[in-house]
């Protein structure tokens, strides 16, 4: 005979409603993967180091808050004069009134009846992130924080822009500091960030670009992690960063004559893609990947007149293949 143990789940312990003047939060393992709602929140600072399946902001007046990794959609409404660092699959606003959000978002972020939003790269690190990412089924090489959708444009109005390029992450939302909340690690240093930082929407600083792709394999994450420290390193920009599954027809669509060598490495999994940007970018890159990853079959742009190309063929099969 089997016994059952039945979990009460107590929704006051996925909720935080109606606190003024407050630091509150869940420390990692505390949420695991419930949905969680905040709202009539005044002037409080939040944190939920953990993982969760949905959450929901409502009526949020001059609050900071972190939420760690949503496996679905996080929906801001009714909110105003907010700060926020935030990652999830799906984001949305609706009747918002600024609000400035550090953003890992896997699709096209979409904002609605909201004016005086403004957007930046997520980051932030602290041990358990990489793992909560994991178990919430994001990718951290799917970040479309800047590619925003409004839903309700106003003629000759823009609803949104992107924060300043050198905003530090705890000038808009500080460390915690009540003791429980204090027992996380956490390092806002952009070079540790879990998310590689993306100049995303911003304007390029050169007209040639490069696209390196690593294949599926035990150190794909940490390869790919490597190249964009030696890159960034060396004065170039890390603009966007891809991991998504292929064919062999899509090979064929970005890859040209050299399609049928990275055909096999296809069926082990999702690849991931960097587009780094610079004057001399695709030599130094293709320089360092064979310095570095001799051993590793690694895709790199082979001149400038070429890489452009190999980009747009690549992140536009992304976008369709994401839905975009």
């Not at 996925?14 to 606190?19: A, I, N, Q, W």
Request: hydrophobic content about 35%.
């Amino acid at each position: 005979f089997s016994f059952f143990f039945l979990l009460q789940i107590d929704p006051k312990d996925y909720t935080f409603s109606g606190l003024k003047d407050e630091t509150v939060g869940r420390l990692p393992g505390k949420v695991a993967g419930q949905q969680f709602v905040i709202q009539d929140c005044e002037n409080c600072n939040i944190y939920i180091f953990d993982h969760s399946a949905t959450i929901t902001i409502d009526d949020c007046v001059n609050c900071k808050i972190f939420l760690g990794p949503i496996k679905g959609s996080v929906f801001f409404r009714d909110c105003k004069d907010c700060k926020c660092i935030v990652a999830c699959q799906q984001f949305r606003t609706r009747d918002c009134r600024k609000l400035e959000v550090f953003l890992c978002c896997a699709t096209q972020p979409i904002i609605e009846s909201s004016t005086g939003m403004k957007f930046g790269c997520f980051q932030y690190y602290y041990p358990e992130l990489a793992l909560q990412f994991k178990d919430a089924g994001l990718s951290i090489f799917n970040n479309t924080w800047s590619n925003i959708h409004d839903f309700t444009p106003v003629s000759g109005e823009n609803n949104w822009g992107l924060l300043p390029e050198n905003a530090v992450v705890q000038d808009y939302v500080p460390l915690p500091s009540s003791e429980e909340l204090k027992a996380v690690r956490i390092s806002t240093d952009a070079t540790r960030s879990i998310i590689p930082i993306t100049r995303g929407r911003r304007q390029k600083c050169s007209d040639e670009s490069c696209l390196a792709v690593y294949f599926a394999g035990d150190y794909t994450t940490a390869n790919a992690r490597k190249l964009i420290d030696e890159m960034t390193g060396k004065g170039f920009q890390l603009v966007q960063t891809k991991e998504i599954s292929m064919k062999a027809e899509d090979a064929h669509r970005v890859f040209k004559q050299c399609a049928s060598e990275f055909i096999p490495l296809l069926e082990k999994g999702p690849v991931v893609a960097l587009e780094f940007n610079g004057d001399g970018v695709v030599e130094a890159c293709r320089s360092t990947v064979g310095d570095i990853f001799s051993g590793t079959k690694v895709f790199v742009s082979e001149s400038k007149a070429s890489a452009s190309q190999d980009i747009d063929n690549f992140f536009n099969f992304a976008d369709m293949q994401m839905g975009m």
